[in-house]
């Protein structure tokens, strides 16, 4: 037998372990996404408790929602997301049904038309406890921001204008993809998603990026919507950035392991540069 | 809809039973073609393949209780050969890498007569299966039935890139022993 005959037959592997392991292992090291699940979570459970107003159909109360322009917007991960006040800029703009509710008010701004403010029941002040969870309060009216689909959850660095996406967060398929998949292809092959140690040959130090807000498109120099980070570049790979990171990995022997890299940045066309 | 009603379904020839199974599995379906193929168009070709596959399958097959196994081992297949077929998708090296990896498995990689049926030969690999730790299990599964590169899997599990080549490399190495140990003769 061949090894791709082997490769075949291993078709024959018991179905049951075959859909255990499609099963989303628990992620290690993303305290964020406790804070972005938690939000999920409220949004979902707000026609429960409130049963004054009712969902809208089925398969549509979910926390997002589309404008009549055809844009869909889908609720931000991120726990600053929920604001008392409206965030200055952002005005009334009509209604929609979002959150499992209808005919909620929505709120935008021209300068920031990747954002939409809905006024609507949450069961948070957006406050997180030591674990990153966020902490429950009464069910209260706020703004709940709303994130562009196409920009949501992207990681972004703008380098002298031009912005770079990370390879974890790029989508290369889909309708809109954000990148050809040729081209992702041809990255993931040559650089990879993450690069453990030094960075390659020809790649030097460029800056330290300076943090521009989450869900932000950033909009200056050296700016990341995702945090603080080394950037490195190489002029012969102008297409490529390496922007610093850590990771933990844990063992079986207990100990883990604190791993130390370069996330790879590709360059694309931001819809919002 | 209850996975044995869909089943029911094709058993009657009533065409609703493609449009369920789509409804139920055909995300996830799409998603095994997708991350074999890497390439939209043709995943979603396989997944459309799939439902006709079915339906010529059931009956006689009768997969009530594990249906979206049944139906994604389809998926698995068809996206398989449709690498093979399309050297455009530049996924047939992928494949002879994964391919070379198993051979890795093999203990007489000469001998070109398979000496136990699929059944048998299944039955094996999942028994070794069954004894790795969850995490180990499933980074092999997600490598050699699911085709993930490795990046991917580091990235679903937060490994390091060299950690997951490393547990698959030893996952391989074990593999070979145990079929050896076993007296199987591949």
């Given at each position: 037998?061949?090894?791709?005959?082997?490769?075949?037959?291993?078709?024959?592997?018991?179905?049951?372990?075959?859909?255990?392991?499609?099963?989303?292992?628990?992620?290690?090291?993303?305290?964020?996404?406790?804070?972005?699940?938690?939000?999920?979570?409220?949004?979902?459970?707000?026609p429960v408790f409130t049963p004054e107003k009712a969902p809208v159909e089925p398969g549509?109360?979910?926390?997002?929602?589309?404008?009549?322009?055809?844009?869909?917007?889908?609720?931000?991960?991120?726990?600053?997301?929920?604001?008392?006040?409206?965030?200055?800029?952002?005005?009334?703009?009509?209604?929609?049904?979002?959150?499992?509710?209808?005919?909620?008010?929505?709120?935008?701004?021209?300068?920031?038309?990747?954002?939409?403010?809905?006024?609507?029941?949450?069961?948070?002040?957006?406050?997180?406890?030591?674990?990153?969870?966020?902490?429950?309060?009464?069910?209260?009216?706020?703004?709940?921001?709303?994130?562009?689909?196409?920009?949501?959850?992207?990681?972004?660095?703008?380098?002298?204008?031009?912005?770079?996406?990370?390879?974890?967060?790029?989508?290369?398929?889909?309708?809109?993809?954000?990148?050809?998949?040729?081209?992702?292809?041809?990255?993931?092959?040559?650089?990879?998603?993450?690069?453990?140690?030094?960075?390659?040959?020809?790649?030097?130090?460029?800056?330290?990026?300076?943090?521009?807000?989450?869900?932000?498109?950033?909009?200056?120099?050296?700016?990341?919507?995702?945090?603080?980070?080394?950037?490195?570049?190489?002029?012969?790979?102008?297409?490529?950035?390496?922007?610093?990171?850590?990771?933990?990995?844990?063992?079986?022997?207990?100990?883990?392991?604190?791993?130390?890299?370069?996330?790879?940045?590709?360059?694309?066309?931001?819809?919002?540069? | 809809?209850?996975?044995?009603?869909?089943?029911?379904?094709?058993?009657?020839?009533?065409?609703?039973?493609?449009?369920?199974?789509?409804?139920?599995?055909?995300?996830?379906?799409?998603?095994?073609?997708?991350?074999?193929?890497?390439?939209?168009?043709?995943?979603?070709?396989?997944?459309?393949?799939?439902?006709?596959?079915?339906?010529?399958?059931?009956?006689?097959?009768?997969?009530?209780?594990?249906?979206?196994?049944?139906?994604?081992?389809?998926?698995?297949?068809?996206?398989?050969?449709?690498?093979?077929?399309?050297?455009?998708?530049?996924?047939?090296?992928?494949?002879?890498?994964?391919?070379?990896?198993?051979?890795?498995?093999?203990?007489?990689?000469?001998?070109?007569?398979?000496?136990?049926?699929?059944?048998?030969?299944?039955?094996?690999?999942?028994?070794?299966?069954?004894?790795?730790?969850?995490?180990?299990?499933?980074?092999?599964?997600?490598?050699?039935?699911?085709?993930?590169?490795?990046?991917?899997?580091?990235?679903?599990?937060?490994?390091?890139?060299?950690?997951?080549?490393?547990?698959?490399?030893?996952?391989?190495?074990?593999?070979?022993?145990?079929?050896?140990?076993?007296?199987?003769?591949?």
């Amino acid at each position: 037998m061949k090894g791709e005959e082997f490769l075949e037959k291993l078709e024959f592997i018991d179905p049951e372990l075959i859909e255990k392991a499609e099963e989303k292992p628990k992620n290690k090291n993303l305290k964020w996404i406790f804070s972005a699940a938690a939000i999920i979570f409220l949004v979902f459970m707000i026609p429960v408790f409130t049963p004054e107003k009712a969902p809208v159909e089925p398969g549509d109360s979910g926390p997002w929602f589309t404008l009549s322009d055809g844009r869909e917007f889908f609720v931000s991960p991120y726990a600053d997301a929920i604001s008392n006040e409206l965030p200055e800029g952002f005005e009334y703009s009509g209604e929609t049904n979002a959150g499992g509710y209808e005919n909620v008010p929505f709120y935008t701004n021209p300068d920031i038309p990747e954002w939409v403010y809905v006024y609507q029941t949450v069961y948070s002040n957006g406050e997180l406890d030591s674990f990153g969870t966020l902490i429950p309060t009464e069910p209260h009216k706020a703004y709940l921001r709303y994130v562009d689909i196409r920009i949501r959850g992207a990681q972004l660095v703008n380098i002298d204008g031009e912005h770079f996406i990370s390879m974890w967060s790029v989508r290369p398929y889909g309708e809109e993809p954000d990148v050809t998949a040729e081209y992702y292809d041809y990255i993931e092959a040559t650089y990879g998603i993450r690069i453990e140690g030094e960075p390659p040959e020809g790649f030097s130090f460029l800056g330290k990026t300076e943090f521009s807000g989450h869900d932000t498109v950033p909009k200056e120099n050296l700016h990341s919507n995702y945090g603080v980070f080394d950037v490195y570049a190489n002029p012969a790979v102008p297409e490529v950035i390496l922007v610093s990171t850590q990771w933990h990995t844990a063992e079986s022997d207990k100990n883990g392991t604190i791993n130390k890299g370069f996330d790879v940045y590709i360059k694309y066309d931001c819809p919002f540069g | 809809m209850e996975d044995f009603e869909i089943v029911e379904l094709f058993f009657k020839r009533n065409e609703d039973a493609i449009k369920k199974t789509s409804e139920k599995f055909g995300k996830r379906l799409f998603s095994v073609a997708f991350g074999i193929t890497k390439n939209f168009e043709t995943a979603e070709e396989c997944e459309n393949d799939t439902y006709l596959e079915a339906w010529n399958r059931i009956p006689p097959h009768e997969p009530k209780s594990y249906l979206y196994a049944f139906l994604a081992r389809i998926t698995r297949n068809l996206s398989l050969n449709r690498c093979r077929e399309k050297e455009t998708l530049k996924r047939k090296a992928f494949i002879c890498e994964l391919s070379a990896e198993m051979e890795e498995c093999i203990p007489s990689p000469d001998d070109m007569n398979c000496r136990i049926d699929d059944i048998a030969f299944g039955e094996a690999i999942s028994a070794f299966l069954r004894n790795l730790e969850k995490e180990k299990r499933n980074i092999f599964i997600r490598r050699y039935w699911f085709l993930d590169s490795v990046s991917e899997i580091s990235k679903r599990f937060s490994l390091s890139e060299s950690n997951v080549k490393t547990t698959l490399f030893r996952l391989r190495k074990n593999l070979r022993e145990y079929l050896e140990k076993e007296g199987f003769e591949i």
